[in-house]
């Protein structure tokens, strides 16, 4: 399939300023940020005091200011929230009305070629192309950042795509999502997040850190997200994943359709999560791969 463009208006980008931003960033969220490259940007999650996450940003440094990539569901909460810890240090944070976010989905080595990507572009690794950052999210899946006009002149030779045809995308690489709807109620292992390296187990405190510390080094969780099909279009957020005896064991946290059928992502306990598995409603949930190993715990 040749490459196409999607533009993410479901998200928003938030901008971080200020003399204090790297050091107040790095002191909040899961991933080390404070000598974080320009030509890197990793995911990173921020939690509450009990390890539950309350937002999951790709994490972009630009040289007058940073760049949290976060759900349009929810950023304001998360600003207003965010804005409670930012005490005396020398910091601002709004959401960005220069910068848009968009998606190459499908993107071949052909498309790479004609931008002037290297071929070995690490995953997460930033390129800039005229006045447009993008970001390898995965093999054939990018995310770019730049001026609306700009992000207009990369998308002229490319077929437009639905905003659903880079949800499933981000879903086939296991990518969560933190919306209000999951706003604490899941800490970072369920996610994934330490699989998805998202979490530096190696850095300084920041809040929920002695909870993911204590769960990587002791426990595990008894549930993690993992990558449905179902027949029929997207399955609600929030929809309960029960068992062949229909007892809930799990919760649908993304959904995208696929031709006749969606694909999901649904946190799932780890006993459970192999077989035999249905929604709430009796849909079928048939496991598909994701490119990394889901621990069991």
Known sequence: MAPRYSLLTHHACIEVRGPDAGSFLHGQLSQAVADLSLASAPLAGWHDAKGRVRALFRVLRLPDRWLLLSPRDGVEQVITKLRMFVLRAAVTLSIASDVAAAAVVDADDTWREAMGIPRDTEQNGVVEHQGVRLVRVGPTYWQTFGDPAALTLLAESLATAPVAAATLAEIRLGLPEVTSTQYERFVAQMLNL????AVSFDKGCY?????????????????????YAA??????IGTAVVNADGTPV????RSAPNGSRSELLAVVDNAAADAGLATAAGLALTMLPLPFSVPRD
């Open 194 to 197: 330490d699989a998805l390296g």
């Open 207 to 227: 809040p929920g850190q002695e909870i993911v510390a204590r769960v990587h080094n002791l426990g595990g969780v008894k549930r993690r997200a993992r990558r």
């Open 231 to 236: 027949e029929g279009p997207p399955v609600a």
């Open 250 to 253: 799990g919760d649908v946290i």
